[in-house]
């Protein structure tokens, strides 16, 4: 079809069509960087700041971003995920170590916060390397996954 053989009735349904596709791709590309400046800034409004002491959030508004940075239990912590509202060390954070360090195996919940390729944990006091992306098995469950450390 030639779109100069449309009516304008047609060409009024394809330019609604087009423009509403358009405003839906937009969102998809934007939403989650607004999201995250949004509920940064609601924490910042809050008084929360990263590094401060975890709390349980109450819901999405005030849930941590991706990369938010908290203390609980006497460690460093980093968000995985957006919209964080699970306790470190249970789903959607990763420690956080001094330079040279390693941190404790966190069994992962899902992909949001599996082990990938590289990656370095202690686990029965000895230090592995992920060997693959996805891991959500331990050393002791999946040893092929890991290589553990000399």
Known sequence: MDIRDADTAELRRLKTMIDGE????QTLATAEKQ???LNTAYLAASGVAQGDPWRQPTSAVDAYPLDWTVEHDGKSWVSLVAANVWMPGESGWREVVEDGGVPEYVAPTGAHDAYNTGDRVMFDDAEYVALQDGLVWSPAEY????????
Not at 143 to 150: M, R
């Open 22 to 25: 358009l405003g839906r791709r």
């Open 35 to 37: 999201a995250t400046e």
């Open 143 to 150: 040893p092929a996954g890991w290589e553990k450390q000399a």
